[in-house]
């Protein structure tokens, strides 16, 4: 199973908006609706930001929202800090009975 | 609250096996599963597999079949790991998070490092 295809980087200003987008296939993303983000700081654990492609934990801020078009999936974070600058990684179940990560993109705040 | 703690670092030989532990406390155990993720030094994440705590029921990723074994003992509420002929491409922080293939990752462990070196 191929990791699903996320840009490298992103940057954004404090205030702006910003997508993540993460492409993977019908047998994944294109089929399911297991689709989770992940923000990962240097150093820490991974922490869950949105699942089943747009619900999001308690505790999360609703600047972070999830969305899903055919085998694309997005995050958007909207109103960006300082302190979002961090690793981004989504997730989805595969019809292998399976789950595949994205390679991961590192969000600049400028 | 819910937590997991793990075992602490390890540094192995090649073709040595490693047993990383996962002590989940704040929730009944056997209600959720218990997934491992590994990231390689600055890499991403690899999903490794996940372990039904309710039935022992597993599911390997297709590239570590035949040398992982997850396994659980409820009467602790830790979960276990094993990852045998370790290669140096093993060198990683291994995870363990509450969830498994089709539900999300809500609670993770502070991860352990595995060297592989001769």
């Known amino acids: 199973q191929s990791a699903l295809t996320q840009p490298a980087s992103v940057s954004g200003s404090p205030g702006q908006s910003i997508t993540i987008s993460c492409t993977g296939t019908s047998s994944d993303i294109g089929g399911y609706y297991y689709v989770s983000w992940y923000q990962q700081h240097p150093g820490k654990a991974p922490k869950l930001m949105i699942y089943d492609v747009s619900d999001r934990p308690s505790g999360v801020s609703n600047r972070f929202s999830g969305s899903k078009s055919g085998n694309t999936a997005s995050l958007t974070i909207s109103g960006l800090q300082a302190e979002d600058e961090a690793d981004y990684y989504c997730?989805?179940?595969?019809?292998?009975?399976?789950?595949?990560f994205g390679g991961g993109t590192k969000l600049t705040v400028l | 609250q819910v937590q997991l703690v793990q075992s602490g670092a390890e540094v192995k030989k090649p073709g040595a096996s490693v047993k990383v532990s996962c002590k989940a406390t704040?929730?009944?155990?056997?209600?959720?599963?218990i997934s491992w993720v590994r990231q390689a030094p600055g890499q991403g994440l690899e999903w490794m597999g996940w372990?039904?705590?309710?039935?022992?029921?597993?599911n390997y990723a297709q590239n570590l079949q035949g040398r992982v074994t997850m396994t659980t003992d409820t009467s602790t509420s830790t979960a276990y790991m094993e990852l045998r002929s370790l290669r140096s491409d093993d060198r990683a922080v291994y995870y363990c998070?509450?969830?498994?293939?089709?539900?999300?990752?809500?609670?993770w462990g502070q991860g352990t490092l595995v060297t592989v070196s001769s």
């Open positions: 704040g929730y009944t155990f056997t209600t959720y599963g």
């Open positions: 998070a509450r969830g498994r293939s089709t539900s999300p990752f809500d609670y």
């Open positions: 997730s989805s179940y595969t019809s292998s009975n399976t789950l595949v």
């Open positions: 372990i039904s705590v309710y039935n022992g029921n597993t």
